[in-house]
């Protein structure tokens, strides 16, 4: 079972609301949040992948795509 890390919603925009409309705002969700608890044999990453990556499991993996200039 596949889920994204990043989801989205409609937020309520008010008839008086002053500041200019947001059609769809975006959030990021921990990958741990969707592993219940440690499996047994989680593939891992090589130790100095790892160390770049910042993390063991490549599950467990969620790069942050940083904004556009």
């Known amino acids: 079972m596949y889920t994204s890390n ?11 609301d002053p500041c200019p409309p947001i059609p769809v ?8 949040l969707y592993l219940g608890f ?3 044999n989680l593939p891992q990453f090589p ?3 790892a160390l770049r990556h910042g ?3 490549p599950c467990l993996m969620s ?4 904004q556009k200039c």
């Open 25 to 32: 705002k975006f959030y990021n969700t921990p990958p741990n």
């Open 38 to 40: 440690q499996p047994m």
């Open 63 to 66: 790069p942050y795509p940083g």
């Open 47 to 49: 130790p100095m992948l």
């Open 6 to 16: 990043f989801k989205a919603y409609v937020p309520f925009r008010g008839p008086f």
């Open 55 to 57: 993390v063991l499991w």
